[in-house]
């Protein structure tokens, strides 16, 4: 396709260059060179390939942007103003300021066309191959019998990178994913431009990146804007026959080197890491303009007739996308009245009618692993939840997150004798890459049209901490499935155990860190994360543990779990003393309270299987679980003290393990580091003696 570009395109080009340079300096700080030198590319798509609807930042049939270099924000927002989307030129002028739509970095949720929240280098580009795998996904749950690339589920995920991106691992565990599953429909931008904070990238990254992406399966072109001879052009012609090539490549993802000078074409900054990430300051802000023909004493002097040009082809560039997806969607939904049912209920964030139901139960008395209940979730919910998706690790086994009957989420050519699968399957398989799986999943998430869920043990879940705290910053409902939750692991040794772990996530604002202690509380765990829509992460155990029998006692049964913490096990009147404890450690401090009552001490045994869940219950409920006048309390879990220390209080007791594991059988680790009934007993008589 020809490209029709004319002289208000180089002058809105050379707006969002201003504009990106006024940015950082009104405010002191940002990351400018890239934005500047970015600007044509940048502009090229959102004005001749990105469909959207400004008006309707969410419309479905969108293609998906992703600014992976999230600190070069600016690249992002200036389209966003020249497209008419969301931003005013005073919300530039308003950069990195409290509570302005224009924050660092991109922010979902925040700033309405902002598909992802981005900054973390590396992390954008794995989130990208989630959207991609969710579009597939989407038109296989929704449209199946359309040929790919003809639904109205169909689009681009568009994502720019930058050096930083490629050299963060991430990328490459997702890229490698990618290439696997052949997605033709994700088209990667990389900003080569040889330059980062610590100055020219040689110092530190020498590698072939198309050699190692076209290895992963990709698609790779190079366009040069710098020439061998030194000359440079900022040609968007040959740019622009990149990305249709791209496009036209359905098998594989595409990746466009693009080889430009950062800061192009600031006099005495440009190629240099002083660019970067500060401002220009008044000499080189005034050679910019200069070099660009602009007024060098103006600042946000915006080329009104160009700015306009631009929205108004955007604008229609949407209403032709709009009118022609409309139609068709239209279409498709006369065609497939179930599927449209069941897109508006998704589309809602609602469950269907009577869909707890197919929930398993357990009986009392039988002994069951809390990883093995949760895939008797996963297998119950399969037919009754289809936006319910994920997998794990390289771990599906140990995990227990397979689907059964339901086939792999892979190209037919690359099934194997353990799994069959297809485009449009339903078990993930992420590969040995946790960090990106996390990543993923907040792709998956973010598009909207799947509830996501991935597993590893628990121990490995440090790989993907950063992708879990993004998934809590923008809230999103991602579900962690974390198995082999303690030293119960035991012949694995100390790099399989977690000790801290537990800790760690609990300070994640905004994320729920739920361990069931039993079956019932592990189905029941899973019913209050389905009902919500925040980021959640199940802790369950490797070893089978007993199912306790409730009786009648409303305040005991399992569906207290949704409120965080409750009372399991009381006594007549008030009790002498409290025991609380998670997960497996739960049983002791039963088989405790027993062995305390042969003693003329009363004790009231409370399951703690989610601290935050619990904070977030009202004052009289917390009274009624853990009344204050009860000061003696014990705390019981496998793993350090730190959460514990606000809910036993000054007088109270932690059962707990302030060291690393070893190899041995996990039974014989709880006894040796003092995790029995005998301890907890100890723990209880201490802490009711420094009451007195």
Request: net charge negative; charged share 20%; proline share 5%.
């Amino acid at each position: 396709m020809t490209l029709q570009w004319d002289e208000l395109d180089d002058r809105a080009v050379k707006t969002a260059k201003i504009l990106a340079a006024d940015a950082v300096e009104k405010v002191g700080s940002g990351h400018p060179g890239t934005a500047i030198s970015l600007a044509p590319a940048a502009y090229l798509l959102y004005q001749r390939h990105l469909n959207i609807d400004p008006q309707d930042p969410r419309w479905l049939g969108r293609d998906r942007f992703i600014l992976s270099a999230g600190h070069a924000s600016l690249t992002q927002y200036c389209q966003m103003y020249l497209a008419g989307q969301t931003l005013e030129l005073s919300d530039l002028e308003a950069l990195r300021t409290q509570h302005a739509l224009t924050p660092a970095h991109p922010e979902y949720g925040h700033t309405a066309g902002v598909e992802i929240t981005t900054g973390p280098l590396g992390t954008g580009i794995a989130s990208a191959v989630g959207f991609a795998m969710a579009a597939r996904r989407a038109h296989g749950v929704f449209d199946p019998e359309t040929p790919m690339g003809q639904s109205v589920f169909d689009h681009y995920v568009y994502v720019v990178a930058g050096d930083g991106c490629l050299q963060e691992g991430v990328s490459a565990e997702a890229s490698s994913l990618a290439g696997t599953q052949k997605l033709g429909n994700l088209i990667l931008l990389w900003d080569d431009n040889h330059i980062s904070i610590e100055d020219d990238t040689d110092i530190a990254f020498t590698e072939d990146v198309l050699g190692r992406y076209e290895a992963y399966g990709w698609h790779v072109q190079r366009v040069d804007w710098l020439s061998a001879d030194g000359s440079y052009t900022e040609d968007v012609e040959a740019l622009n026959d990149a990305i249709e090539a791209a496009k036209a490549v359905t098998d594989k993802p595409s990746i466009i080197a693009l080889r430009t000078i950062i800061g192009w074409p600031t006099p005495g900054k440009q190629n240099t890491g002083g660019i970067h990430g500060a401002k220009l300051g008044s000499d080189a802000l005034r050679g910019l303009k200069e070099a660009l023909g602009a007024n060098p004493d103006a600042m946000f002097d915006a080329d009104e007739e160009a700015v306009a040009h631009a929205r108004a082809n955007v604008a229609a560039r949407a209403k032709a996308a709009r009118a022609d997806w409309d139609a068709r969607f239209e279409t498709w939904k006369s065609a497939n009245p179930e599927g449209a049912r069941l897109l508006d209920r998704v589309l809602a964030g609602e469950l269907p009618q009577g869909w707890e139901e197919a929930l398993p139960t357990f009986e009392a008395g039988t002994s069951v692993a809390t990883r093995s209940a949760s895939g008797k979730v996963l297998a119950a919910l399969a037919d009754v939840l289809p936006e319910l998706w994920g997998g794990s690790a390289d771990l599906a086994g140990s995990n227990n997150t397979l689907m059964p009957s339901q086939p792999s989420f892979i190209p037919e050519e690359h099934s194997t004798k353990a799994f069959q699968g297809g485009p449009f399957g339903r078990n993930l398989h992420f590969g040995v890459r946790e960090f990106a799986m996390g990543a993923v999943m907040n792709g998956i998430a973010a598009d909207g049209l799947a509830r996501p869920y991935g597993g590893t043990f628990f121990v490995f879940s440090d790989f993907m901490r950063g992708a879990v705290r993004l998934a809590a910053l923008m809230d999103l409902p991602v579900t962690y499935v974390w198995t082999h939750d303690s030293i119960g692991v035991g012949e694995d040794g100390p790099t399989h155990q977690p000790v801290e772990h537990l800790a760690a996530y609990r300070a994640i604002p905004n994320l729920a860190v739920i361990r069931p202690s039993d079956a019932n509380e592990t189905v029941a765990a899973w019913k209050a994360v389905l009902k919500q829509s925040h980021p959640a992460a199940l802790v369950l155990s490797r070893q089978n543990l007993p199912v306790p029998a409730r009786g009648d006692d409303a305040l005991a049964c399992a569906c207290n779990v949704k409120k965080g913490a409750y009372v399991l096990a009381d006594t007549e009147g008030t009790p002498d003393v409290i025991l609380m404890a998670s997960g497996s450690e739960v049983q002791l401090a039963l088989e405790a309270r027993d062995l305390l009552g042969t003693q003329g001490v009363a004790a009231r045994v409370v399951s703690v299987p989610c601290m935050e869940w619990f904070d977030q219950q009202s004052a009289d409920y917390k009274e009624e679980v853990l009344p204050v006048a009860v000061r003696a309390r014990v705390s019981v879990e496998a793993g350090i003290a730190m959460p514990w220390r606000h809910l036993v209080g000054d007088a109270g007791r932690c059962v707990s393990l302030e060291h690393y594991g070893e190899s041995a059988a996990g039974e014989k680790l709880f006894v040796d580091y003092g995790f029995t009934a005998e301890r907890v007993v100890e723990a209880a008589k201490e802490s009711i003696a420094a009451t007195k």
